[in-house]
């Protein structure tokens, strides 16, 4: 990346008329000196004290040169995810006709600086299976997300990052992946009975003593015959949701192939990157799909099985002569046993 160096000396004097006539004398001169400092704390590869001096100078005069330092420190120190929004920023201002020309110099070097950062930038799609379907927030470097960035790629800073994924009676062990520049991952998050939970039904067991077990016991059997319901009908929709993603990824690699048969064997360096674009959207579409096709089966299996315990919720045989039919499940083994 080229980078071009603009008088930063000087940007706040030409400003100064075009910026908002609240602004005192006193904030544009503290501005300009802020941004001197900023510019020399950056050519010394001071990158962190250049961020923090163009930030305080953007802050008291709105300028697209401080936008454009502090990206470029960002850069510089890895901070992708900042460098790219404030690269944004810059190419989305909208200039009046007679703008400085620093200020036109800064928005045009934005404009092809952003590629280089756009090529850099990692991505991550976090995947989440297991039960419970509802109720899950999931972390990254102990950062809680919004639950609509699950599922999505995102873009990350390179390096190491940890995430994990809770819910009320379930939890995740902690993943942790590697991202270098460029690169494109997906973190499989497996929720699992958390042991908090798993003490506390323990406990409560034994608490009951001598209390009849025949009052509680139709209203657990009924709970656990609602819960199959919709964990079956939950793992339903993944498996037709990750059906969807896997057909579109062949669709999509189909795509790709059409474009290079049609290029041919002599196919030019210029044609290529929008042939590996589709690719890449091939390849995200395949592993969303992979992911939810796993989360739904597991939904599905845990639905079943479930299901297969709410039958042996039932009277025992001092309450009734009947017969009783009780699931067996095993490490790699499933049947009934019952007395009749």
Partial sequence: MRTIFFPVAGILWILAPATAVAQTD????????????GRIQFEAGRYAEAIDSFSRAQQLVAAPPHLLYMARAQAKLGRLVEAH?????????????KA?????????????????????????????????????????????????????PLPVDPGTH??????????????????????????????????????????????????????????SGMALRVASYVTIGVGAVGLGVGTYFLVKSSNTRQTADNMYDECGPDCPESEKPPIDAIDADANRQRNIGIGVVVAGGVAAITGVTLLLVSASNRPTPAQ??????????GLGSLGLRGTF
């Fill in 162 to 219: 940890a995430f994990e994924a809770s819910g009320a009676s379930a939890r995740s062990a902690p993943v942790t992946v590697t991202l270098s520049e460029g690169a494109k991952e997906t973190v499989m998050l497996t929720l699992r009975a958390s042991k908090s939970s798993a003490a506390g039904a323990s406990g409560a067991t034994s608490l009951t003593g001598d209390q009849p077990v025949s009052d509680s016991a139709p209203s």
């Fill in 320 to 329: 009734s002569s009947g017969p009783r039919v009780t699931p067996v499940i």
């Fill in 85 to 97: 929004e404030n690269y944004l920023k810059i190419t989305r201002e909208s200039l009046p006709p």
């Fill in 100 to 152: 400085p020309k620093p200020f036109v110099d800064a928005v045009n070097a934005a404009e092809r600086e952003l590629e280089a950062v756009d090529a850099r930038l990692p991505y991550v799609t976090i995947a989440v299976q297991g039960a419970p379907a509802t109720g899950v927030s999931v972390q990254m470097d102990g950062v809680t997300l919004p639950s609509a960035m699950i599922g999505i």
């Fill in 26 to 37: 006193m904030e544009r001169a503290a501005a300009r000196e802020t941004a001197d400092a």
